[in-house]
């Protein structure tokens, strides 16, 4: 359903149905086929109520489509910290490659970096594994996609607050940066002081309520059989998130007090947007280990009995 109001649904609707699809073949034997029927049938019902209305006028569908894949907007708006904003600092691909080319780049490039994930969920249809998806998808379709804008990475902090009571370490450290990423538009909107405010207010409650900075062994960060090629893990990971603190609370600080060098007006947003694409794509790799290297549930529902 909501996929039919803005295509920014997509980072959230895989993972959906990867689930259900999933969950509906793994109980096929037992009444899982007419599961996945009821679906279809729920999910088609739905479109076409939504639809209907536009579909007196082959025209007027076309602009409802295109209001929700505004694709005449570009690649990305001003400086968001993903992949192709990030490049663009050094290779022009606005400029470089058609329109049409880059809709294909992303689109080739959203759909490898979220197909493992996609896989892996259909396949072993897990709570665990969906909240992983959620984040894994959401995260590639902000990096990745065609016409994406700051405020986007919400759609992927979402999913993340659904594990930071299990893994509040990796989801605070996540969830800071996903902020500081929205910088430049929370100074043009006024509301430097409330980051400030807020971004302390978090960071204070996860360290002391959920003590997300105590719980950073191999086993709280559930990379046990990633331990040997990372020694002292819990160490390089104490070390790794005050350094990323400090250098968001530099950053934050010279884009207030300072200005930039006339013949680089546009430095210190360009700073952020490379810092936090470094952080995201970490944070990628991450969350798709998590997923991709959890052992698959075997159940006997796939057996005939």
Same mark, same amino acid.
């Given at each position: 359903?909501?996929?039919?109001?803005?295509?920014?649904?997509?980072?959230?609707?895989?993972?959906?149905?990867?689930?259900?699809?999933?969950?509906? $073949? !793994?109980?096929?034997?037992?009444?899982?086929?007419?599961?996945?029927?009821?679906?279809?049938?729920?999910?088609?019902?739905?479109?076409?109520?939504?639809?209907?209305?536009?579909?007196?006028?082959?025209?007027?569908? &076309?602009? /409802?489509?295109? @209001?929700?894949?505004?694709?005449? @907007?570009?690649?990305?708006?001003?400086?968001?910290?993903?992949?192709?904003?990030?490049?663009?600092?050094?290779?022009?691909?606005?400029?470089?490659?058609?329109?049409?080319?880059?809709?294909?780049?992303?689109?080739?490039?959203?759909?490898?970096? *979220?197909?493992?994930?996609?896989?892996? $969920?259909?396949?072993?249809?897990?709570?665990?594994?969906?909240?992983?998806?959620?984040?894994?998808?959401?995260?590639? #379709?902000?990096?990745?996609? #065609?016409?994406?804008?700051?405020?986007?990475?919400?759609?992927?902090?979402?999913?993340?607050?659904? *594990? $930071?009571?299990?893994?509040?370490?990796?989801?605070?450290?996540?969830?800071?940066?996903?902020?500081?990423?929205? &910088?430049?538009?929370?100074?043009?909107?006024?509301?430097?002081?409330?980051?400030?405010?807020?971004?302390?207010?978090?960071?204070?409650?996860?360290?002391?309520? &959920?003590?997300?900075?105590?719980?950073?062994?191999?086993?709280?960060?559930?990379?046990?059989?990633?331990?040997?090629? *990372?020694?002292?893990?819990? !160490?390089?990971?104490?070390?790794?998130?005050?350094?990323?603190?400090?250098?968001?609370?530099?950053?934050?600080?010279?884009?207030?007090?300072?200005?930039?060098?006339?013949?680089?007006?546009?430095? #210190?947003? /360009?700073?952020?947007? $490379?810092?936090?694409?470094?952080?995201?794509?970490?944070?990628?790799?991450? #969350?798709?280990? &998590?997923?991709?290297?959890?052992?698959?549930?075997?159940?006997?529902?796939?057996?005939?009995?």
């Amino acid at each position: 359903m909501a996929l039919n109001y803005k295509q920014m649904e997509l980072y959230h609707a895989l993972p959906f149905f990867c689930y259900l699809f999933g969950s509906c $073949l !793994r109980n096929l034997k037992n009444g899982g086929l007419k599961q996945l029927i009821k679906i279809t049938l729920v999910v088609l019902i739905s479109f076409a109520c939504c639809w209907l209305p536009f579909l007196t006028s082959f025209e007027q569908s &076309l602009q /409802v489509i295109r @209001r929700i894949f505004p694709v005449d @907007r570009g690649l990305f708006e001003d400086k968001v910290g993903n992949v192709w904003c990030s490049l663009s600092v050094i290779l022009k691909v606005k400029e470089i490659l058609s329109q049409q080319t880059q809709i294909w780049l992303s689109f080739a490039a959203t759909l490898l970096t *979220i197909l493992p994930t996609c896989v892996k $969920l259909t396949i072993d249809p897990t709570i665990k594994g969906f909240k992983f998806a959620l984040i894994n998808c959401s995260l590639a #379709f902000f990096l990745f996609s #065609f016409h994406v804008h700051e405020k986007s990475i919400l759609l992927a902090a979402i999913p993340v607050l659904l *594990i $930071l009571h299990e893994l509040p370490f990796m989801a605070t450290w996540f969830l800071l940066v996903s902020t500081f990423s929205m &910088l430049p538009l929370l100074l043009k909107d006024g509301l430097l002081l409330p980051y400030i405010c807020t971004s302390l207010a978090f960071l204070l409650v996860t360290t002391k309520l &959920l003590s997300a900075f105590e719980k950073v062994s191999v086993e709280d960060l559930l990379l046990q059989r990633w331990s040997t090629y *990372i020694p002292q893990l819990p !160490r390089v990971a104490k070390s790794a998130f005050r350094l990323s603190v400090i250098a968001m609370a530099t950053l934050s600080l010279i884009s207030v007090a300072l200005n930039p060098p006339p013949q680089l007006p546009h430095l #210190f947003p /360009v700073l952020v947007s $490379l810092f936090s694409c470094i952080h995201f794509l970490m944070f990628l790799m991450y #969350f798709n280990i &998590l997923h991709l290297w959890e052992p698959v549930v075997q159940r006997q529902l796939w057996k005939v009995k």
